[in-house]
Every structure is written in C-alpha cells, then in structure tokens.
C-alpha cells in the first residue's frame, strides 16, 4: 500500500506544486513553452503509469475492504456513468475560452455556449464523476486511494485552473467568471446562464452514449471486472 501512496503524492504534487503554482511560469521562462510541457507531460505519463502499476499491485496484494461493492453503487456508476463520458467529450469538442488567447477571448465577447453554460471545466468535472462512481463502487483501500488521487486532482484542479487563468488574463478572465461557474449547474440556478440542450449537441450525446456501450461491453476483457457482474 506504501507504493501506491507515494506514487499518489507524486502524481498531486507535480500537478499541484507545479502546473498549479507560479514555478509553472519560471520554468516556462527556462525551458520555454515547448519544453516544459514535453518535460511535463514526461513526468506525467510516468507518474500515471506509476500510479496504476502500484494500484494493480495492492489491489492483488494487500486488499484492504472498507465499505465492499455495495449493489447499489455499481448500478449508480453504469446509470451515471453516460454522463461523465458527455462532459469529458463536450469539454473537448467545445470551444472554451479557457483555451484562448487575449484577443480570441475578447472576440467571442465571453459568451459561453453548450457545457459551458453548466461548467467552465466540463472535462475536469467529468473526471471527477467518473472517480467519485469507480470509488464508491470498489470500496476499498486501494481505490480509494487510486480513485481519490482523480477525484481530488479535477475538483481541486478546476480552481487551480481558474487561478493559472487569472495570472495569464486579469480581468479577462475575471469578466468570464461573472457569467459561469465552476460548480456544474451553479451558474444555470442563479441565473446567470440558461441551459440551451440544442447547444450540447445531440452527435455528442449519441457519440458518448456509443463509446460507453463498448467500453460496458468490454470493461470485463479490458480490466477484469465485469460492472454488474
């Protein structure tokens, strides 16, 4: 169990202590755009497959059960899974300002439109789902941890990512944040924004729903474990 924690605190403190923080910049200045973000994608990935090599490994070796596999649970994440993979999929398929420089932001006259009605961090908030669903449906030690490092990373990174975007954009960024929010459906209940379903895009329902359906399909053969098995 020691590994996987350590490899958990690698994993949050390269995203927190640096793509979270002002040393994000510094390094920028040294290494330029370019290279930081080969340097860091680097020592992500290896901080990933470190991750899910340790998680593997005291799955098999120390299983440590907290609350079991509640029925219950497994049947929340097949329900609620659908809509993780909607989030993660308009996240990247919508035009976010977040993603804009300056002048682009000024242009689109910060209008969001589609998931960002909801969320300004769809992609983050739809990792953040499908943790929280694979966490309460193990329950136990070790996914807690595996899962957990997931669940804290989107939701934590999701105000990191706003703080990284006010340093870059000041009062750009400031004007944007009036008229969404982070929490999903903040923004909808106050209203500041209305929810416009022909702006989430059917093809992007539909392609979620098909990609979910194939990975339900074979969940068993990719990672052992059959959902409602």
Request: hydrophobic share 55%.
């Amino acid at each position: 169990m020691f590994p996987l924690i350590l490899a958990s605190l690698f994993f949050l403190g390269l995203h927190f202590g640096v793509a979270a923080t002002s040393l994000r910049d510094r390094l920028i200045e040294r290494l330029g755009e370019k290279g930081y973000r080969i340097l860091f994608a680097s020592l992500a990935l290896l901080g990933l497959i470190w991750l899910v090599y340790a998680w593997r490994q005291a799955a098999h070796g120390s299983y440590i059960p907290l609350w079991g596999q509640p029925v219950v649970f497994k049947y929340l994440a097949v329900l609620l899974m659908p809509v993780a993979f909607f989030l993660v999929i308009a996240g990247i398929s919508t035009r976010n300002p977040a993603r804009l420089g300056q002048e682009e932001m000024i242009e689109s006259g910060f209008q969001p439109t589609g998931v960002l009605r909801i969320t300004r961090h769809p992609m983050l908030w739809g990792i953040a789902l499908w943790a929280l669903l694979h966490l309460l449906a193990n329950g136990d030690a070790a996914a807690v941890i595996f899962f957990g490092t997931f669940l804290v990373l989107a939701i934590k990174g999701s105000y990191d990512l706003d703080r990284k975007r006010l340093r870059q954009y000041g009062e750009l960024w400031r004007k944007y944040q009036k008229v969404t929010s982070i929490v999903p459906f903040q923004a909808i209940f106050q209203g500041k924004q209305k929810l416009d379903w022909g702006e989430l895009g059917w093809w992007r329902i539909a392609l979620a729903l098909v990609l979910y359906g194939g990975l339900l399909h074979a969940h068993a053969r990719l990672f052992g474990i059959a959902p409602l098995g």
